[in-house]
Structure formats: C-alpha cells, structure tokens
C-alpha cells in the first residue's frame, strides 16, 4: 500500500495543482520544509527508527504530527513524488558539515533523493530532511553552478574519485562556502537505508541519542534549536533564545515546531530526559 497523497497534502498544507512539472516540485518541497519539522525525539527517547515504509512514515509524520530526520523526511517526501509520477532515487550521504578538512570521512548515514521530472532534461537534488541547513528548494543535480534556493546559494563540487562520480554540497552561510555532505548517485535500496538509519537512532554516541535538535524552514527564517538554545535565522539577522529549563524546551517544541509532545510514550519521563541534554 502506497502513501495517502490527500493526508499528506493536508499535513504539509498544499493546495496546489497534482502534477509532476518543476513547479509542483518546488512548491512541495517549500510546503513541507514550513509543516513538517526536524526532531529526534524517538533516538533521544530510546525508540528506534528503523521501518521506513510509506505505511510507518505516514503514520508518524502525518497522522501522529510528529517530526523526524533525514531518514524519514526524506522518505516521507521520496514516497509523495512517487505517487505524484516523478522519478526518484534514494541515495546516501556523508555528512561533513562542522568537521575538520582532514577528519576521517564519517559513516553513509544521511539519505536524499534525486529527482526527474517528466519530460525534463537532467535530475534535481532534493532533500527536506537535513536539519538547519537543508536545502530550502531543489536544485539541479550538476556541478559547478551557484544555485539560489529560497534562503541560501548552494553549489555542487565534484570530487575526484577512481570509481563513479562523488559530489559535495556546499551552502554559502556568512559569506562563507560550508560543505555540508558529500554523496554518490548510487540508488540505495531500502533495507541499507533502514539500516543506516537504525544505525543513527541507536548508536550510544550518536548525536541524535545524546542531544536533542529540531529545526524548521519557513519562508523568511531557520528555526534551529539545540538543547536549550533556539536560534532563528532570517534575512540579515539571527535572534538567540537561551531557555532556562526544559519544561520550556518543551513548550517551544510545541508552541514553536508544531511536535505533538502527546505522541509521546506517557511511561517516559520527556522531560527529565530533555533536562539531561539541555547543554549537549
């Protein structure tokens, strides 16, 4: 059983026409980027994440009003286009973003798609599910060119390799090109990408396991928290909220994120936990 497009439409607040053009593309991609929010609640609670059937996904992002990463965005996302008739590839990532130039290259744990549209000449990278810095519009999936989104320029590198073709996401932030993962174009069956994402939500280091972050893109701003700390993003400014305890980072993950809290296993204590990771 496929994905439920109508309550998808619905969760992410589309309107808009039900084909597989450029335009459609971009508007969902902008719809869902402003609905749905990053969370890693389930790793920071103890669930793991590892069905990602349109089944599951549906249920947890649409009918639950929950968040997620990049696993379940991505594949939230990945099973719509399906539906709407465009082409899609699940690919996998190393995220690079934040590490020193010669750190050891980390583990294929980040997922994004590459995107025809019919009747189109070339693919678009297309990926919701990056946290504070995901691509706020699809671009083209070809090097060298700056390409505006709707918040930052983005460019892709390619990087030499003996094999097939590697590539590497840049944002420009600050004025400055921050790569953010490198990826092959190498389709991903499912079951690799449930493991990499079993991986994420249940390794005792990950970051998703010992730190709480929820991020959001709305037209005008990033919505970014990390424990206690909120920063929003908007053109030419950033406000930096600093919460004092976690009943308020709860109350901002509702009030501001949209995360139905209630979903939550009423047996756990959410926010002693959140009271443990508040400077993580």
């Known amino acids: 059983m496929g994905l439920d497009l109508a309550a998808y439409f619905d969760r992410i607040g589309y309107q808009g026409r039900a084909s597989a053009d450029a335009e459609t593309l971009r508007n969902v ?31 947890k992002l649409i009918t639950r009003r929950r968040g997620g990463y990049c696993y379940e965005h991505n594949g939230l996302l990945g099973y719509a286009l399906d539906e709407l008739g465009y082409g899609v590839e699940r690919l996998a990532g190393r995220v690079v973003w934040m590490k020193e130039p010669d750190a050891p290259l980390p583990a294929l744990t980040h997922n994004v798609l590459a995107v025809t549209v019919p009747d189109e000449a070339g ?18 999936l070809h090097a060298g060119a700056v390409q505006q989104t709707r918040h930052e320029p983005y460019r892709l590198l390619e990087l030499p390799t003996l094999n097939e073709p590697e590539y590497e996401l840049a944002a420009q932030v600050r004025g400055q090109w921050q790569p953010l993962y490198r990826f092959t174009t190498a389709p991903q069956p499912r079951i690799d990408l449930e493991v990499g994402s079993w991986y994420v939500s249940t390794h005792p280091g990950g970051v ?13 701003a ?23 305890t976690a009943a308020q980072v ?31």
């Open 29 to 59: 991609v902008a719809a869902h980027g402003r609905s749905i929010p990053f969370e890693n609640l389930d790793p920071l609670l103890g669930v793991p994440v590892s069905d990602l059937s349109a089944q599951a996904l549906g249920d």
């Open 123 to 140: 693919r678009f990278l297309v990926d919701v599910g990056f946290g504070g810095q995901t691509l706020s519009s699809p671009i083209r």
């Open 208 to 220: 998703f396991v010992v730190g709480l972050t929820a991020a959001l893109v709305t037209d005008d």
């Open 222 to 244: 990033r919505f970014n928290l990390r424990g206690r700390n909120l920063a929003i993003h908007s053109r030419g400014n950033t406000e930096r909220i600093r919460f004092d």
């Open 250 to 280: 709860l109350e901002a993950l509702t009030e501001r994120f949209g995360i139905n809290l209630s979903d939550l296993d009423p047996d756990v204590d959410v926010e002693a936990r959140v009271a443990q990771v508040l400077d993580s």
